[in-house]
Each structure stands twice: as structure tokens, then as C-alpha cells.
């Protein structure tokens, strides 16, 4: 019986155990929930504390992977990732929280880099003063 763990390559890069999921273009939550449980394996069972992520293969993330690696990072773990995709690359929470050192290679880091205002988020608009007025009508029946 094959083990889900087979898909999951690690390999050492200057330090950082770095996890390859292979060649899946579109991450879900069950490739989420194997990376979440290898990285747990890595950082708590065998006290690696210099993580990666080669997302040479990956279009696109679901929300939670930046904040399970920020999860990591708080408590003092190293977080690299590797090789992005475009798409990944132009996420605002990507562009917002990995620093490039080059080579493809990105520092997750707990401070933004860039000010985002709330208008230049996607989906953003200031609500009209009726809009606001109906969602506390609503809200008082």
C-alpha cells in the first residue's frame, strides 16, 4: 500500500530542508493537509528549524498555506520559498510577505514590506452611506 508521504521530496538547499510536492499545478486542501503534517514532522518530530517550499510547479495556493508558514515563523522557524509561479508570486500576501534574496528564493518575513491601503486590495470598495444604513437596519430587526 502506498504511502501519501511518497509523493513529498525533501531535499537540503544551504541549510533549508525544502518540501516538493511534484508536479501539481493546482494545490487543494488535501495537498495543503500533507504539507501542514510533512512540515510538522520536520519541525517538531525532528527539530529542523530551516524550512522550504519549492512552488516551481504551483499556479495556485489555497488561502490557508501563508498562514499555516506564518504560524511556523512565529515560533521562531526559518521559512524559504522557492521558485514561484507568477500567479503565486503576484498574490498580495506573497508580495506583502516574501522577500526576495535572489535566485528565486524568498524569506517569509512577519513584517509587510509593502503599505497596501484599503482601496488597492482586490474586492475593496467604500460602501454607499444607503448600503450602510440598510446593513444596520438589518441588522436592529
Do not use: C
Not at 519541525?43 to 498555506?65: N, W
Not at 528565486?104 to 512577519?110: F, R
Amino acid at each position: 500500500m502506498a504511502n501519501r508521504f511518497d509523493r513529498v521530496t525533501i531535499d537540503d538547499r544551504e541549510g533549508y530542508h525544502v518540501l516538493d510536492l511534484g508536479r501539481i499545478d493546482i494545490w487543494d486542501g488535501a495537498d495543503l493537509s500533507l504539507l501542514r503534517e510533512s512540515l510538522s514532522l520536520l519541525i517538531t518530530a525532528e527539530g529542523r528549524t530551516a524550512v522550504g517550499v519549492d512552488l516551481s510547479h504551483v499556479k495556485y495556493i489555497p488561502s490557508g498555506f501563508f498562514g499555516m508558514l506564518y504560524d511556523w515563523q512565529e515560533q521562531g522557524v526559518d521559512v524559504r520559498l522557492y521558485n514561484p509561479q507568477p500567479n503565486v508570486a503576484a498574490m498580495i500576501w506573497f508580495r506583502q510577505f516574501a522577500a526576495p534574496i535572489g535566485g528565486g528564493v524568498y524569506d517569509l518575513v512577519s513584517e509587510g514590506r509593502i503599505e497596501l491601503p484599503p482601496e488597492g486590495q482586490p474586492g475593496y470598495r467604500e460602501p454607499e452611506e444607503e448600503e450602510l444604513f440598510a446593513a444596520t437596519t438589518a441588522i436592529a430587526r
